[in-house]
């Protein structure tokens, strides 16, 4: 497998767009309502045989909109299959993004992002051009110009003042981040087409078929044990599919997606990633009151996300290794990316992690954790990094029970009633792109995203 990682900006400026250019190189606007003009940043973030997956970040330049449709055409037959921040179309060589419910309104200046996966043939060159709205994407925006008199030329109009006001942040990433981007990446069962099922009999045939399969979860399914997911499986919860009495089990396959799913009263694991699975996102699920792990990853996997997701009532959340005496299998893997999860009073685990380096956990949200927030042992190596950390009396640590001290490296994290945990060591650097959250606005964005529900799939 092959991993590239290219980014272009497209910034062909016009003569009008340098007109905006003031001393200094800031960009003012050129009237008191800004004229049309729209900036997008594309890049290819991982790519296999096959396929790859892009991401996409538009910035409005000229008046706010209420909603908006991102326009590129592809010149080498790629076609987009999955999608995430955005819905996307495609008809020929025209691909359409058009926002989702969250991320419609683009003030001056404001950028929003969204990515997704596709095929690819023989090459997969960038677009060349894009349109927001049917406005041109130049980097720059169309200054109005004032009449001047018959046979002299037009003159644009004075610049007001800089605003004072800073631009607005961009909105969450809600796409696929992480460690599950790498290896090439995880799409899951791509673009077969869906099949719906709601008993427990027809869940189990779907998830252990051969093959590429997207399985829809409809209603509340009540089971036993844990059922076996095969590779290249997609699961998506439709509105309020609940899961009851028992949990999925990827077991040495890989690109497992599993989004939007409430997962209670398990009886053993809700999901658990073991011998060697690898390329596995789970995102936008709900645990409540099982009786062991709500997410356990273990036995050598790799390249897992766990994203967007709710933890309460609940005691052992999240671990990563099993046991101190398999680092042989685990030493060199376990690598996994944990963002924007709600650790809603969930008690320990949240994660204890075990051999993984680097293990990166970003922009979580911890609530009343009465046991601990993050145990790294066993020689691991965790970046805690930008989390908000409330009610929390133990919010990081070293060692583990048994288990000898890991490595630790925290920063830029957000405490409330709660102290600054252990460090030590150092930690192996992330070699994905990724947005990193003010820490202190990470409870609101986190409980107003994280769950089952809080998407549209």
Same mark, same amino acid.
């Given at each position: 497998?092959?991993? !590239? ?31 049309? &003009? ?28 209420? @909603? ?5 055409? #592809? ?24 926002? %989702?419910? #969250?991320? @419609? $309104? ?44 018959p046979g002299t030329p037009s003159t644009p ?17 809600? &796409?696929?981040? &992480?460690?599950? !981007?790498?290896?090439g990446g995880t799409t899951g069962g791509g ?5 719906? *099922? ?30 076996? *997911? ?9 509105? @309020?599919?609940? /899961? ?13 997606? /599993? ?15 073991? +011998? ?14 099982? #009786?062991?792990?709500?997410?356990? /990853? ?7 996300? %766990? ?19 398999? @680092? ?28 993984? $380096? ?7 949200? #911890? ?17 805690? +990094?930008?989390?908000?950390? +409330?009610? %929390? ?48 606005? *990470? ?11 809080? /998407?549209?799939?």
């Open positions: 497998m092959r991993t !590239t990682q290219r980014r272009m900006t497209l910034l062909a400026t016009t003569a009008a767009a340098s007109a905006a250019l003031v001393t200094g190189g800031l960009l003012t606007a050129v009237s008191a309502q800004a004229a049309a &003009g729209c900036r997008v940043a594309y890049s290819v973030a991982s790519q296999w045989p096959g396929g790859f997956t892009g991401n996409v970040t538009v910035t409005n330049l000229g008046d706010p909109v209420s @909603g908006w449709t991102l326009r590129w055409s #592809y010149g080498a037959g790629q076609q987009v299959s999955q999608a995430w921040g955005a819905t996307v179309t495609q008809s020929g060589s025209q691909v359409s993004a058009t926002n %989702v419910d #969250y991320n @419609g $309104n683009l003030v001056t200046n404001g950028s929003t992002s969204f990515g997704f996966n596709a095929s690819w043939n023989s090459s997969n060159p960038d677009p060349t051009s894009f349109t927001l709205n049917n406005v041109a994407c130049t980097g720059g925006t169309t200054t109005p110009t004032t009449p001047g008199t109009p004075t610049t007001p003042p800089i605003p004072s006001d800073p631009p607005p942040s961009v909105p969450p990433q809600t &796409g696929l981040v &992480g460690w599950a !981007t790498q290896n673009g077969a087409p869906a099949t719906t *099922v709601s008993t427990a009999s027809a869940l189990t045939s779907a998830l252990n078929a051969t093959g590429s399969a997207v399985i829809r979860v409809s209603g509340t399914i009540s089971c036993s044990g844990m059922l076996r *997911v095969r590779s290249n499986k997609t699961i998506l919860g439709n509105s @309020g599919a609940t /899961i009851v009495g028992c949990g999925l089990n990827v077991s040495g396959d890989r690109n497992v997606i /599993i989004r939007n799913l409430t997962f209670r009263d398990w009886n053993d694991d809700a999901i658990n990633v073991q +011998e060697s699975a690898t390329n596995i996102w789970i995102d936008h699920n709900t645990f409540s009151n099982g #009786y062991d792990g709500a997410v356990d /990853i273990k036995r050598g996997s790799d390249f897992v996300t %766990v994203s967007w997701n709710r933890v309460f009532n609940h005691d052992k959340t999240m671990l990563l290794g099993h046991s101190d005496d398999n @680092g042989a299998q685990d030493t060199g893997h376990l690598r996994v990316t944990y963002h924007h999860n709600w650790f809603d009073g969930s008690k320990q685990r949240n994660p204890r992690v075990r051999f993984g $380096n680097p293990v990166h956990v970003y922009n979580n949200y #911890y609530r009343a954790n009465t046991g601990y927030g993050v145990a790294s042992t066993e020689n691991a190596g965790v970046l805690v +990094e930008g989390n908000y950390f +409330e009610n %929390v009396p133990d919010t990081y640590h070293l060692g583990e029970a048994d288990s000898g001290p890991g490595r630790l490296v925290a920063r830029n994290n957000h405490f409330v009633n709660s102290p600054a945990g252990q460090t030590g060591g150092s930690v192996a650097s992330i070699p994905y792109s990724y947005q990193l959250d003010t820490a202190s606005n *990470v409870k609101s964005i986190v409980t107003a995203g994280a769950g089952a529900g809080r /998407i549209t799939v």
